[in-house]
């Protein structure tokens, strides 16, 4: 029988896939048009009004573009606008936040041990900060640094860790690293929406008129798209982060968060400087290597297990001296039975979780076992499982999972566990 669940499931699944298929029409799109602008040719011999061109081969056929900048003396009849691609991921995207954020808050959005929220104003801080912060964006962009595009970007950079850190106050990890991703592709989507298109509107409407558009617009434009450009690669790791509970629930995660904006610019920038033909500038990959591992890093330096002592005074005070050494199964059992079951089990009795979330059931040895590094991952070096700390897991308890994982034998571990997960 189709329960409502399941057609709910099936209704998130298909909005996802919808998601990510408009995400790859807008980024393809602005990929290629970042690319074909940088590497416009730059002739004399050019009709009037062109400020360069490009042959393109593909699809068995050529492709001669020439970009007219600001415009052509007259309007053509058919005229081709992008636009779309953005807007629908936008409101894909927007309708499975809601679903995944605002419809299961208790479990991703609220995390009851950094603020005490109610349904609705966790509501309204998830949506209210996407508008207030583009108006603030906006704000910047049209003031006077507007004309200077190297500090504004530094102070978008600013706006964006203090944004990260914001969300993490608030919010459960993932949900704030979801946010950060949801505020900067709606800076990026507004861009489009509210500046870029409407102004191309007006210069449409100028040529209909037979005046001469105001080339300001044009410059404009270059600057939100300026933007764009280096915000779409964060964008999709923000969007990734949630199934690595390493960048989204650890202690600096806020952090990770804006360095990967630090990243975005330094890929994008090796690509921008071949697209203009200006050579390869290789050590935009060393500076990345180098972001990437301090991420890593700083994803380790902290597990939310206390520091050593306070470890060990803790198991002083629960066993005996003897004891300490080895972590019975039995304690581990009991833990996950408490902490975990009540939604990973063949049969959940958690309120509206209906099966075992991601096919992960942890009722017995074997299935604890297959599940050893997940656990690991999920409950000692980060706190993601369980979500909100629904189940009200403790330190300590994170502490002998921790104990009882540094114990298991290699046999047991990634990559060399013999048998995996008995799903
Ligand atoms: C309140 C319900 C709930 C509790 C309690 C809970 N989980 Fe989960 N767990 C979930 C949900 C929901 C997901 C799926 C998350 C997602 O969609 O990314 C999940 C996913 C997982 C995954 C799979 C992640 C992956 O790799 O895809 C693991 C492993 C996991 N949980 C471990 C645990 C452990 C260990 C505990 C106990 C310490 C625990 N969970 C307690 C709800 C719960």
Redesign the pocket.
Known sequence: MLEIAIIWDWLSFALRWLHVITAIAWIGSSFYFIALDLGLQKKRELPKGVSGEEWQVHGGGFYHIQKYQVAPPDLPTQLTWFKWESYSTWLSGFALMAI?YWS?AE??LIDRNKMDLELWQAILISGGSLAIGWVFYDLLCKSKLGQRPTTLMFLLFILLVLMSWGYDQIFTG?AALLHVGAFTATIMTANVFLIIIPNQKIVVADLKQGKTPDPEFGRIGKLRSTHNNYLTLPVIFLMLS??Y?LAFASEYNWIICSLIFLMGVTIRHYFNTIHARKGHPNWTWALTAIIFIAIMWLSALKPPIGDDTEFSRSLNDEMSAKEVQVVGFDQVHE??QI??????SQE?T?DR?NW???A?T?EGEKQILA?AD??F???VMTT?????N??F?TIN??QI?MQWYAQLPQAQKWPFRQHHSTQ
């Open positions: 995944m299961g479990l991703y993932r949630n199934h509970p833990i996950i902490r975990c079951v009540a939604c990973h959940p958690w979780i075992a979330p991601n992960v942890l599940n997940r656990i991952l999920h409950s993601s499982m369980p979500p909100s629904a189940t897991m308890e994170r999972l």
